[in-house]
Nanobody, 122 residues
Framework: QVQVVESGGGLVQAGGSLRLSCAAS????????MGWYRQAPGKQRELVAA???????NYADSVKGRFTISRDNAKNTVYLQMNSLKPEDTAVYYC????????????????WGQGTQVTVSS
């Protein structure tokens, strides 16, 4: 199986910065993409940013120019640098890993972390 562990959340004032990290481990054969989603109270989970193994990135319009996603393929780790944070960025941030395991190389699965809280005060 695949374990996904996030870190780096916390409380920050508006205009501040945070950096989230996510490491995947376990029986990983390959990873196609890694990304960050977030879910605010009463709202649906939404994509924040994603990055493929080749380095192609995708961002939600609401975070473009403020957030940067990066990846260390050798460490199966993805980062989210969040700058100019706004109160509306407050949410639980979840790491997503889309990949294959050694025991099931033909099947592409999604694996999720437990989430890390990001709170931006005004």
């Amino acid at each position: 199986q695949v374990q996904v562990v996030e870190s780096g959340g916390g409380l920050v004032q508006a205009g501040g910065s945070l950096r989230l990290s996510c490491a995947a481990s376990g029986s990983i054969f390959s990873i196609n993409a890694m990304g960050w989603y977030r879910q605010a109270p009463g709202k649906q989970r939404e994509l924040v940013a994603a990055i493929t193994s080749g380095g192609t990135t995708n961002y939600a319009d609401s975070v473009k120019g403020r957030f940067t996603i990066s990846r260390d393929n050798a460490k199966n780790t993805v980062y989210l640098q969040m700058n100019s944070l706004k109160p509306e960025d407050t949410a639980v941030y979840y790491c997503n890993v889309r990949g294959r395991t050694h025991g099931s190389r033909l099947v592409l699965n999604d694996y999720w972390g437990q989430g890390t809280q990001v709170t931006v005060s005004s």
